[in-house]
């Protein structure tokens, strides 16, 4: 649902929850089988959305405020009707739900609950619906790094955000030209956070992801692929040339290069 700024000068729309299940419909129906991961609303910071259904909110330092899960869990009928959307045009494909931001595992929790009551007034209603639709997180914050083990308990799967997770970790606004030569991906600490959550899913059995600039660059996809990570998000234009260069090493040789970085050689 994000817009480009120039598109924030045309009226602000409402996004229903017919018009969101039409939405997410027509995605799942042309995808088939194939796994389609949408996460909830995501505005706030820099995702930029004019819709009349979300409040005006004035922030000194946005990217630090109310955005993303916090804002649903703010005005959780916002979230409601999406989760409502979703579910519904959960039986048109292989759909996963995800949330983004998340910081504590009492997050989660609250999001679930709002999922249960979904779940639940759908049923009443006599709405088919996928029961066991996937609900997962994104990890792109050091504080959900950090407890990954235990979110991991109450997650279906991880999504590594690297763009954010950089950003907060290193306390970098990446967008401001003064310090933005500062953000760095290959940050010993942020290769650090992204190695503890790769290993809470493993020890949990969970699939994880890396979305992000990592996830589709050829340096990192190697120090990626060497710290277990097996599922990347990249434009598609980079699936071959990202296929052509690991094709090239051994599992042993990725880990290798992953070593040599999270030991700072």
């Known amino acids: ?12 729309r409402s996004f229903s929850e017919q018009t969101q299940f039409e939405a997410y419909k027509s995605v799942l129906q042309i ?60 039986v048109y494909g292989n759909l996963e739900i995800m949330f983004p931001l998340i910081t504590s595992v009492e997050q989660v929790k609250e999001c679930l609950e709002l999922v249960n009551v979904v779940k639940q007034e759908l049923k009443s209603e006599k709405i088919p619906f996928q029961e066991d639709t996937p609900v997962g997180i994104m990890i792109e914050t ?3 790094a950090l407890i990954s083990d235990c979110l991991s308990k109450v997650s279906d799967f991880f999504s590594l955000g690297t763009n954010d997770l950089t950003q907060y970790t290193l306390g970098i606004d990446r967008e401001n030209p003064h310090v933005s030569a500062l953000y760095n991906e290959f940050s010993l600490a942020v290769l650090r956070l992204i190695e503890m959550t790769v290993r809470s899913a493993n020890e949990n059995n969970i699939p994880i992801a890396v979305c992000g600039e990592m996830a589709g660059r050829q340096d990192s996809v190697m120090v990626l692929g060497g710290m277990g990570i097996r599922t990347l998000s990249m434009s598609p234009k980079l699936i071959s040339s990202t296929k052509e260069l ?20």
Do not use: C, W
């Open 1 to 12: 649902m994000a817009q480009s700024g120039a598109s924030l000068n045309a009226a602000a």
């Open 31 to 90: 995808m088939g089988d194939k796994p389609v991961t949408i996460r909830t609303l995501d505005a706030g910071g820099d995702k930029l959305i004019n819709s009349v259904d979300l409040p005006t909110i004035e922030e000194k330092n946005p990217i630090m405020g109310l955005r993303a899960v916090r804002l649903s869990l703010e005005y959780p009928n916002i979230l409601k009707t999406q989760l409502r959307a979703l579910y519904r045009a959960s």
């Open 142 to 144: 050091a504080a959900a």
């Open 246 to 265: 690991l094709s090239r090493f051994t599992i042993a040789e990725l880990e290798a290069i992953s070593s040599k970085h999270l030991n700072n050689l």
